[in-house]
């Protein structure tokens, strides 16, 4: 099974583990909201060549898995999805007519840390035809 992807000239795969929370920790990420955001952030994903692969609304806080290609920077797919998300939950359940640039959904900052292959199953993918290694 090989769940590498590739582009012009590169295979990868690179997961991270991102966490972000609403402005002030403000536990509003429920009902109707959380039902939308899950939809939401695959289409903005899907939007930048990402996927995102497994998520978590919490009531104060988001957990994704997102697959991102290397010719992206994380901060520039992570700060594409909490802005325009930020967008859509003011044009739809704040009843904004225009988007302010004061008025922010989403805290600053975020958590990512990388998710890495169990080093004893890569071994498998690089040992050397007839090796008993």
């Not at 988001?62 to 003011?90: C, D, E, N, R, T």
């Not at 998710?115 to 035809?129: F, H, L, M, S």
């Amino acid at each position: 099974m090989n769940s590498y992807q590739t582009l012009a000239h590169t295979s990868w795969e690179c997961k991270y583990h991102v966490v972000f929370i609403p402005k002030y920790r403000r536990k509003i990420l429920y009902k109707q909201l959380k039902k939308d955001l899950g939809k939401i952030f695959k289409e903005l994903a899907g939007r930048i060549d990402s996927t995102i692969e497994e998520g978590h609304i919490c009531k104060d806080h988001v957990h994704m898995l997102i697959s991102i290609p290397p010719k992206h920077s994380v901060s520039k797919v992570i700060g594409f999805i909490k802005g325009k998300s930020a967008i859509y939950i003011a044009k739809i359940f704040l009843n904004h007519k225009m988007n302010y640039g004061d008025q922010n959904f989403w805290a600053r900052g975020y958590f990512v840390s990388t998710v890495g292959r169990d080093e004893k199953n890569d071994y498998r993918i690089y040992k050397e035809p007839g090796t008993n290694g």
